[in-house]
């Protein structure tokens, strides 16, 4: 079936395409129809390439039919499969989610602008993550920072307009970096292709611009991941977006970054540079461990709740960089794991912060006083999603930390250091939700606030169905996991 | 003079560095953006310098045995000038939103009166 055959390439285009017939349409509410409509089909795409992939392997295809070298190839394994259903999944959630809070936070006017801007995010984020060509990451990259500037800028107050300025000249400087690193490799190997770069890495005698370029290809990448101490950019960013592209954002911006990163570092320097782990591991782990405990600290003393969410994922990318800093099957997985569950419980946080902000408007903790009374259904699921957060057994993130405790015990002596620290971090996150859940449920409203609602139930039922999800995988962990393990063997197993 | 024979090599991290110069120590955000522009420009010289092959032709085959430059990081950074031109246009374009919601265009003015706020 030709359908079925170019299913890959449809992850792109369908967006792609979709964004200037979105940006066309009349009113709010046909390009939103249009969006979600779009993301429905790419989730439903993502779904069937899983499908695929987990039965015959990798797919690889071939754009324009032109043979790999030459060609652009796509190249579709588990962890892309993964990042594919993060994607599509946090874009159709949020958007379901969105309508109104789109149509209230947003300021550019007609808002299809604001669709067809979307769209292209979407399109850029999941061809960074289906494509086999240096290259093309950097095209896709750019589409999708591009996009992701506008939407940003497109958020309520003044204060997303710097917020958006500093996130320009950072990623512009990220994306840059990852180009000159490409540069480098292409003048060392003469192929843009990552399988076929791979290879030729083996016979380059002259390693110094092999090294540089790694060099400049993962700070790039970590700015672009806004990993610490590179984050600056993110926390005003979050707070300053309109609350459903926080949504989209936290889950999966940042961790498409860290894929490449992970892909580029683990499945093509690894392989072929020596000394690249021991550098990789030595360069990453230290941030790692500081971003949890510093992330942490700094969310405890934020009084906005967007903001506190955003220190809090600085942290919890560092699990993630953590899981892939120590370089064995057991924590790769990990980290692919709490990427997914970081994706899921970060996802429904701010499915719920919008809903607070949609009745409250405003995200500061003061103001949301009381509200665990008014809105008792919105904060129940926040709350669920934040003993995720947390860590609490039968969450989704009780699970992800868990291995990643095991794979901290492989490493010995050393090890209990490491689980010390995942430990510290996640007492400091208990600190920093309790202060929210404390503020919610046992402080009085505020003096002349006004009346709120409950959130209605199109708005509940996007959030509740992310912190289920958060419960399912607490539970029935096994499917995200053996995706994980798979993908993680993929990348040590040497094949890119 | 060994060092003169990668010439192009101390020109992109001399314009590279001034534009980051630029990026950090200018306040005004247009400067920012011209340094960002800068970096941009070194980053365009060094792929289009690598693919130069001394004695080398336009890839044009005419059936006679000649040595030929690269013509791809050429292709490659005239992509890279268009997503260039397309950051630096959005950017210029937040300038101006930003002159008209904080009336200034100095870094230290807009995160002050942001802090105000």
Known sequence: MIAAHHLPVLQVVLPLVAAPLAVLCPGARAPWMAAVFVSLAAFAVAVTLALQVAATGTIAYELGGWPVPYGIGLHIDNFSSLMLLLITGASLAALLHGKPVIDKEVQSRPVSLFYGAWLLAVAGLAGMVITGDAFNVFVFMEISSLATYVLIAAGPTRTALSAVFKYIIMGSIGAMFYLIGVGLVYMMTGTLNMADMTERLHGVDDVVPVLAAAGFITVGLLLKAAIFPL??????????????????????????????????????????????????????MPFALVAMIAGSLIA???????????????????????????????????????????????????????????????????????????????????????????????????????????????????GWFLIAVILASSLLAVIYVWRVIETAYFRPAPEGAPAVKEAPWYLLAPTWALAGLNIYFGLAANAPYGLAARAAADLLGGGA | MAWLGI??????????????????????????????GICQSAVFLLFISMGKVVGGTAPILDGSDRAYSSPLPQVLILTAIVVGISTMALALAVVVRIKESFGSIEEADVYGKEAEA
């Open chain 1, 231 to 284: 984050h600056a950019w993110m926390p005003n960013a979050y707070a300053a977006a309109p609350s459903t592209v926080a949504v989209f954002l936290a889950a999966c911006s940042t961790k498409v970054a860290l894929y490449v990163l992970i892909r580029f570092d683990l499945g093509i320097f690894q392989p072929s540079l020596e000394g690249h782990d021991i550098q990789f591991s030595a360069f990453l």
């Open chain 2, 7 to 36: 010439l192009n090599y101390w020109i992109f991290v001399l314009l590279l560095m001034t534009g980051m110069y630029a990026i950090v120590a200018k306040g005004n955000l247009i400067k920012k953006l011209i340094g960002l």
């Open chain 1, 300 to 414: 405890i003393f934020e009084k906005d709740l967007k903001r506190l969410l955003a220190f809090s994922s600085v942290a919890q990318l560092g699990y993630i960089v953590l899981g892939a800093s120590l370089l064995t099957a057991a924590g790769m997985s990990a980290g692919i794991l709490h990427l997914f569950n970081h994706a899921l419980m970060k996802a429904a946080l701010f499915l719920a912060v919008g809903s607070l902000v949609y009745r409250y408007g405003s995200a500061k903790l003061a103001d949301l006083a009381g509200a665990g009374r008014t809105m008792p259904w919105t904060m129940a699921a926040f709350t669920l999603a934040a003993l995720s957060l947390v860590g609490v057994p039968l969450t989704a993130g009780f699970i992800s930390k868990w291995y990643l405790v095991l794979a901290a015990m492989e490493e010995g002596t050393f």
